[in-house]
């Protein structure tokens, strides 16, 4: 069975400084996804990136990067240059291959310092 | 293009009433799934329909939870009768079927049920 791990319930980070979110996953499916969703206060869940588990190369969204590190099973969000409309809930999620569901962590909420 | 649309964005009922949440998924979106985030815990897959069949339930709690999508556009989650465990927030999210980017889910805002 899929699990994610989330174990930062909250972070705080500067204003225009990097954050690190932690994510660790487990699978015993060779081939999968990874995703992270922020969930601001207003409710809606907003895709932010995506990371194959057989992609060569790190994910990157434009501030948002995937530090995706298969031996250790981990999927970290960074964050580049903090911005106070970065403050939400950040969920991350995977699925094995094909249209199957999500399966969550727990998130964690980050709230930026200005 | 229109993103996922789900009504209403708040319901509050007493034990025992029936509520039934509507999604409409992004147009041409064949799969579309249901997801229950209940109070401070792991937002929880309930099931998966593409086009109009259930693809996968496994993960409606009991049969007090009634989903449909009738004629493959949008689909609606009925509870009834509802217990106060049911109280959460019930996101929708579709996605093409194939695609270069098949794997990206769009969620909807979500219902927030309140069951009293």
């Known amino acids: 069975a899929q699990k994610i791990t989330q174990t930062q319930p909250g972070m705080f980070v500067q204003e225009k400084e990097a954050v690190t979110l932690d994510c660790t996953y487990d699978t015993s499916d060779p081939s999968y996804g990874l995703f992270w969703y922020k969930q601001p206060s207003s409710g809606e869940m907003i895709f932010l990136i995506y990371q194959g588990s057989y992609d060569q190369q790190n994910a990157t969204e434009g501030r948002y990067s995937l530090n995706f590190q298969k031996a250790r099973k981990s999927a970290n969000l960074v964050i580049s240059a903090s911005q106070l409309g970065d403050s939400a809930m950040y969920f991350c999620a995977m699925r094995d291959s094909g249209n199957t569901p999500l399966v969550f962590g727990k998130g964690t909420r980050l709230s930026v310092i200005a | 293009e229109a993103g996922v649309t789900q009504f209403p964005s708040h319901s509050v009922i007493e034990k025992g009433q029936t509520v039934t949440l509507r999604c409409d998924p992004i147009s041409g979106h064949d799969n579309l799934y249901w997801y229950r985030r209940v109070m401070g815990k792991e937002i929880k897959f309930l099931l998966h329909?593409?086009?109009?069949?259930?693809?996968?339930e496994s993960g409606m709690p009991n049969n007090r939870f009634l989903a449909e999508r009738t004629g493959g556009t949008y689909s609606t989650l009925k509870v009834q009768p509802a217990e106060l465990e049911d109280s959460g927030v019930y996101f929708c999210a579709s996605s093409h079927v194939g695609g270069q980017r098949d794997y990206e889910q769009y969620f909807g805002p979500g219902t927030r049920l309140t069951v009293t």
């Open positions: 329909f593409v086009k109009e069949s259930k693809q996968d």
